[in-house]
């Protein structure tokens, strides 16, 4: 049996064991045509081992060269599904790319806020990264690249953390339809750009500026840049035009979402921060890993024409600047973690055979988890970390008897406990055979 396939096999069989009896799985297998393994099940004791037993009935193709990948028809079951557990049954027509023609158009996500997300993750060599993050990115899911190397043993626990970050956040939503309004609320300050990655904004010179965020799971965080355009006072010089607006209310911030527990609509709005200086490292921050994003783009469109060296220019460039932040000279964390992750990425752009065996699937990544803020360790919530120790104990437990000591050479053979019980009766049976060959001449 495929190596692959029988990680991929163990790697669901956490996600199984990680599932809820609140919780429904359905398991669809495609190759030529799709099939549906497994039908929308709840994950009870019952519901759990039913769904091993059909991720246990897997089998890899024969690898015929007739034998095709044929993902659509897994999605268009997927779609099937999702249409049947939806309230909201309207099909949208938008196409964001060339791969998003492989996702039916249900799941399709048009900018609003309900949507199908599909995540999806490269294990292994042999897989199309550009269709697998189209259509990640067509339902404004998740792509996740895992590695290439299906022997080597960390492959296998890199693709149970990422299906572990992934499950521990899908059981975590509480909240929908999250939107997030900003609006200009002094003299005549203006928003004139956000970047808001893979959410829809709107910028309206007269309202302010909206970001619809969908779904959010427990504890996780969306950062966004809003520009703000401040006229300058031409009769004043620099420091009285700045501090007109240093401690004065800039912004008014107003989200609203639906509590996924009590199904209600809630509307706040934030309170009122001063800030004291005119610069602030969260946004300094902020705008390092928005402006490395940006160029982890333009790092994989050279790449892709086959100009390798701008690539690994581009992003060493970026580095540069990361690690000379005044955040990362003080020690962030998160700075290190991004110059680090940049650092990676151009080792492998920088050349051809390294950059078509890992480096489009790991810039693809990175580019999908820094548009969502979310499908990478960079951006794990409590619930996901959490899920990930919990199969790491799983893993700890199912390698324990193979790491077991071996019995001593003089040490007597281990019986089973029917053997060991069968031993313990012994003179029991032996005193009651006895008793019935002498029961003949007991006299009554």
């Known amino acids: 049996m495929s190596p692959k396939l029988e990680e991929a096999k163990r790697a669901m069989a956490l996600v199984v064991d990680g599932l809820g009896p609140r919780d429904r799985l359905s398991i669809v297998a495609f190759s030529d045509v799709a099939r549906r393994v497994l039908p929308l099940t709840r994950m009870s004791e019952d519901g759990k081992a039913t769904a091993k037993l059909a991720v ?33 049954t309207t099909d949208t027509t938008k196409k964001t790319d060339y791969y998003s023609d492989l996702v039916p158009r249900h799941l399709v996500s048009d900018g609003e806020l309900r949507h199908t997300p599909v995540h999806t993750f490269a294990f292994g060599s042999d897989h199309d990264e550009a269709a697998l993050h189209g259509i990640s990115s067509a339902t404004r899911g998740t792509f996740t690249f895992v590695g290439n190397n299906h022997h080597a043993p960390s492959s296998s626990s890199n693709l149970q953390d990422a299906l572990a970050r992934c499950v521990g956040g899908l059981r975590s939503v509480t909240a929908r339809d999250v939107s997030i309004e900003v609006e200009g609320d002094h003299l005549d300050l203006t928003i ?29 965080e969306r950062r966004f840049v809003f520009f703000l355009d401040a006229p300058r006072d031409e009769d004043e010089d620099d420091e009285a035009d700045v501090s007109d607006y240093v401690g004065n209310r800039l912004i008014a911030v107003r989200c609203s979402y639906r509590d996924v527990a009590t199904e209600q609509d809630i509307s706040v709005e934030a309170h009122d921060e001063y800030m004291d200086k005119l ?15 940006d160029d982890v783009a333009l790092a994989y469109a050279a790449a892709e024409r086959g100009d390798f060296a701008e690539a690994a220019r581009i992003l060493a460039a970026r580095r540069e600047k990361v690690t000379s932040s005044a955040a990362a000279v003080a020690g962030d964390v998160a700075c290190e973690a991004l110059a680090a992750e940049l650092d990676e990425l151009r ?52 390698a324990a008897p193979a790491t077991a000591p071996a019995p001593m050479k003089n040490a007597p ?32």
Request: hydrophobic share 35%; proline share 2%.
């Open 347 to 398: 080792r492998r752009a920088a050349e051809e055979g390294e950059y078509r065996r890992t480096g489009r699937a790991s810039l693809l990544a990175s580019m999908s988890a820094h548009a969502q803020q979310r499908g990478s360790a960079m951006f794990a919530t409590p619930a996901m970390r959490k899920m990930e120790e919990l199969w790491e104990m799983r893993r700890r437990r199912e």
């Open 56 to 88: 246990e009935s897997l089998v890899a193709g024969d690898g015929s060269t007739t034998e095709t990948t044929n993902i659509r028809a897994g999605l268009d079951e997927a779609a099937k599904l999702a249409r049947r557990r939806r309230r909201d």
């Open 413 to 444: 053979p281990r019986r089973s406990r029917l053997e060991a019980r069968l031993a313990a009766a012994a003179p029991r049976i032996s005193m009651l055979r006895r008793f019935r060959r002498l029961a003949p001449f007991i006299k009554r």
């Open 279 to 293: 610069t602030s490292t969260e946004v300094e921050k902020e705008r390092h890993r928005v402006e490395a994003a």
């Open 192 to 220: 004139t750009a956000v970047k808001s990655g893979a959410y829809k904004n709107e910028v309206n010179d007269d309202e302010g500026a909206s970001v619809s965020v969908g779904e959010l799971y427990a504890d996780e």
